[in-house]
């Protein structure tokens, strides 16, 4: 994906996200040749230093400047998870964490179905899409790939530096967060935390509500956020696959 057409997608598209649009692609632009020119930098930093693992540096190496990161058709960043494409409506091709460090997780909730989530985010129509639903049974789908930038948080910078990830149930409805769905989404969120050196805490894992500008109040009162935290830690610490 060459920056062109980047630049072309992200000055042509709207991050409507579920709440106000934003924007100023002009700005957008400066500021993407800044970060890439401070990842140049930082990459140079991590090769010139002699102190890294090989193992380490095998991980990293879709993070220097320059590496197309592989697109697979169908694949998957959370294994286990099923892959079924949004439309291309609904998100922004781009190649996180290059040009868009990711920082945080955004919890949601579907005020649905999980079925019912799945046709809106393959709806053009629809604007807004997350990258992952978590069904009351547990089962992950992923809709859009981490490398891109999906319209799910209302606010176009909160939409680039994060991972959105859509919760079955409603927020006024207690039962709807179920044991599975709370063990499999924080494995989910632990792999990303792992892919991306996301601290496990609250300043970084959270809800739609928390989202600077967001008219919406998603996750609600009756999600456990300690104990999903708590999740997530325990996940992690399992050594949750990168
Ligand atoms: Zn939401």
Not at 205 to 234: K, N, Q, S
Request: charged share 25%; with cysteine; aromatic share 8%.
């Amino acid at each position: 994906m060459g920056a062109t057409e980047k630049g072309t997608t992200t000055g042509t598209q709207r991050d409507t996200g579920t709440g106000a649009g934003r924007s100023g692609a002009g700005k957008d632009a400066d500021r993407r040749i800044g970060r890439r020119s401070l990842l140049i930098g930082g990459a140079a930093a991590v090769v010139g230093s002699a102190v890294l693992a090989r193992d380490e540096l095998g991980r990293l190496w879709w993070r220097l400047p320059g590496v197309e990161k592989p697109r697979v058709e169908g694949a998957v960043d959370f294994r286990g998870a099923r892959w079924v494409a949004a439309s291309t409506a609904n998100f922004r091709w781009a190649d996180r964490p290059d040009d868009y460090a990711i920082d945080r997780v955004v919890v949601h909730v579907t005020q649905g179905s999980f079925a019912s989530a799945v046709k809106v985010f393959q709806d053009p129509g629809h604007r807004a899409a997350a990258h992952y639903i978590v069904g009351r049974d547990g089962r992950v789908t992923q809709m859009i790939r981490e490398l891109d930038v999906a319209f799910h948080a209302g606010n176009r910078e909160y939409n680039e530096r994060s991972v959105g990830i859509e919760h079955e149930g409603f927020v006024d409805r207690a039962s709807s967060f179920t044991d599975a769905m709370y063990a499999s989404s924080a494995r989910l969120t632990a792999g990303i935390c792992a892919r991306y050196g996301i601290p496990v805490d609250r300043a970084h894992i959270i809800g739609h509500v928390e989202v600077p500008g967001a008219d919406h109040t998603d996750p609600g009162p009756h999600w456990d956020w300690d104990r999903y935290l708590r999740l997530v830690r325990a996940a992690r610490g399992a050594g949750t696959p990168v």
